[in-house]
C-alpha cells in the first residue's frame, strides 16, 4: 500500500510538470515564430526539453518502484538515473544549437527585425510564474520520496526562471535599440541566448555530475556527513561493538541500500551476534528509513581477553565444546587442563587426533602455554532412560548431617533420587537444591558444592552422582 501511494504521488507530479512544459512549451514558440526573437526561440528549444525530460521522467517513475524481482535483486531504481543521463545529453544537444545560433546572428551580422508586441512578454512573466510554481512542487515531492527523476524536473523548472529572466532583458534591449536607433543594442537578443545556453551547459554540469555518482555507486550527498556524524557515531558506542570497519551506502531510485562490517568480540554466541545486528539495523532504519541494511560481522580479539576466552574462542573456532577450564602458573609459564566433549561414536584415534590438532593451535593463540592436557569425555547422543526413586527419611538426614560440616550452606531442600544415570542400571543419581548467602562469590558457591558432592559421595559409594542446584537465600524457592 505505501508502495503504491509513493508512486501515485511521484506520477502526479510527474504528470503535472508534463501539462506545464506542455503549454509554456507552445506558447513560447509561438512567440518566437511570429517575433523573430531568437532568444524566444531558445527558450522554446529549452522548454522542450524539458517537457521531454518531464516525459521520461513520467514513463521513469511509474516502473522505478516496481519492487526487486529474480532478475533485478535491487529493484529498478536505476531507471531514474538513466532518465537523467538522457536528459543531460538533450541538454548538451540544445546548448550547442543555440549557442551556434547566436554566435552565427552575431559574426555575420545582420538588422533584425523584430516585430513589436507585448505577448513575448506577457509569455515569459507567465512562464516565470508557473516555472516557480512546478519547480517548488516538484522539489518538495522529490525531498518526500527521493526521487532523482523529480529533482531533476525540478532543477530544469528553477532554471528555467533565470533564462527567461535573461530573455525578457535581452528583447527588452533590442526593442530599445530599435526605438532610440542604436543598432549595438541588436546584440542584446544573441546575447541573452547564449546566456540560455551558458545556464542549460551550468545545469547540465551539476546533472551530469549527480548521475555519474549515482550510476557508479557513490555515497549519497545528503547523507555522507550523516553517516560521518551520526550512524558511525551510535554504532560504535553500541554494546558488544567492538569497531565499525566499514560503511557502504548507495542509493537505487528511492530507496538505500547500507552494507556495514562491524567487529564483535570473538567468545560472543550466536544469539547475541544476531541481536547486536539486528539493533545496527534499527539503528541505520533511524537514519535511512526503509534501507536495505546488509551486515557483515568479523569476529575480533579484544583487549580485555583474557587466557581463559582466548581458549575458548580457539575451541568455537573449531567448532569444538570444552568445559572444566583450569588454567596454572608455574615459573611464568601457563599449565592448562580442560574437558573436550566428543560424539560417543567417534572412534578414540579420531577423538585423539581432534584433541591434538586442538592442542596445537591454543598453543599458537596463547604462546604463554607450557603444557595443555585434554581430558577426552563422550558427548552422549541419546536420552538416558532412568526409574524414580523415593528419597528415604535416612537419606535426607544422611544428607543434612554432611551439609552441616560446611557453614555456608544455610539450607537443603526437594531432595530426589533416580537410577539408571549415565547408562548403568545400578546407578543412583541424587538431586537436591541447596541454599546459600545471597553474596557468596560464584567461586565460593562452586567450591563449597563440589566439596559437600566429594564428602557425601565418599560416604555413599552406591551414589553415582550428586547434583546440586545453588540458590539464593532470598530467593531459594525456584
Not at 527558450?43 to 521513469?60: K, P, R, V
Amino acid at each position: 500500500m505505501m508502495q503504491s501511494q509513493t508512486t501515485a504521488a511521484k506520477s502526479a507530479a510527474a504528470q503535472s510538470s508534463v501539462l506545464a512544459a506542455l503549454g509554456i512549451t507552445l506558447l513560447k514558440l509561438l512567440t518566437g515564430v511570429l517575433t523573430g526573437s531568437l532568444g524566444m526561440l531558445s527558450e522554446a528549444a529549452h522548454s522542450f526539453i524539458d517537457l521531454i525530460a518531464s516525459g521520461i521522467t513520467l514513463l521513469t517513475v511509474r516502473v522505478a518502484d516496481r519492487p526487486a524481482d529474480e532478475e533485478h535483486n535491487y529493484g529498478h531504481g536505476k531507471l531514474e538515473n538513466l532518465s537523467a543521463a538522457f536528459e543531460t545529453v538533450l541538454m548538451v544537444v540544445s546548448c550547442v544549437w543555440i549557442a551556434r545560433e547566436a554566435i552565427v546572428r552575431m559574426v555575420h551580422h545582420r538588422h533584425l527585425n523584430l516585430r513589436w508586441s507585448v505577448w513575448p512578454f506577457a509569455v515569459l512573466v507567465l512562464s516565470m510564474a508557473v516555472d516557480y510554481t512546478r519547480s517548488r512542487t516538484l522539489h518538495r515531492v522529490a525531498r518526500e520520496y527521493r526521487s532523482d527523476a523529480l529533482e531533476a524536473d525540478a532543477v530544469h523548472f528553477g532554471t528555467d526562471i533565470w533564462s527567461s529572466a535573461a530573455v525578457f532583458v535581452g528583447l527588452l534591449g533590442a526593442y530599445w535599440g530599435e526605438v532610440l536607433h542604436i543598432p549595438a543594442m541588436e546584440y542584446a537578443d544573441p546575447i541573452a541566448a547564449l546566456v540560455v545556453a551558458g545556464i542549460i551547459l551550468s545545469v547540465t554540469w551539476k546533472l551530469a555530475r549527480q548521475t555519474v555518482d549515482s550510476l557508479l555507486d557513490a555515497t549519497p550527498v545528503e547523507v555522507r556527513e550523516q553517516i560521518r556524524r551520526e550512524l558511525i557515531r551510535d554504532l560504535s558506542a553500541a554494546d558488544g561493538v567492538l569497531a565499525v570497519r566499514r560503511v557502504r551506502v548507495r542509493r537505487s531510485g528511492s530507496n538505500y541500500f547500507v552494507d556495514l562490517t562491524l567487529s564483535l568480540p570473538r567468545n560472543l554466541t550466536f544469539q547475541r551476534s544476531e541481536q547486536i545486528t539486528f539493533a545496527a539495523t534499527e539503528a541505520v532504519q533511524r537514519l535511512l528509513p526503509g534501507a536495505d541494511v546488509v551486515i557483515h560481522t568479523v569476529p575480533t580479539a579484544s583487549l580485555g581477553e583474557s587466557v581463559f576466552d582466548r581458549i575458548r574462542a580457539v575451541a568455537a573456532r573449531s567448532n569444538l565444546a570444552i568445559h572444566d577450564v583450569s588454567v596454572q602458573q608455574n615459573d611464568g609459564a601457563l599449565h592448562v587442563e580442560l574437558h573436550l566433549e566428543v560424539p560417543e561414536t567417534m572412534p578414540l584415534r579420531q577423538a585423539h587426533d581432534v584433541a591434538t590438532a586442538l592442542e596445537t593451535e591454543m598453543k599458537a593463540e596463547v604462546p604463554g602455554i607450557a603444557s595443555l592436557l585434554t581430558h577426552i569425555e563422550s558427548e552422549p547422543a541419546t536420552i538416558a532412560t532412568t526409574s524414580q526413586m523415593d528419597a528415604s527419611l535416612n537419606l535426607e538426614n544422611q544428607m543434612r548431617a554432611t551439609a552441616s560440616h560446611f557453614p555456608e550452606i544455610l539450607d537443603i531442600h526437594e531432595i530426589t533420587l533416580s537410577r539408571g544415570h549415565g547408562g548403568a542400571a545400578n546407578s543412583v543419581q541424587v538431586n537436591c537444591h541447596c541454599t546459600l548467602p545471597d553474596d557468596l562469590p560464584m567461586a565460593a558457591v562452586h567450591e563449597v558444592i563440589t566439596n559437600f558432592e566429594s564428602e557425601f559421595r565418599l560416604d555413599h559409594p552406591q551414589v553415582a552422582r550428586v547434583f546440586i542446584h545453588p540458590e539464593p537465600a532470598t530467593d531459594n524457592r525456584r
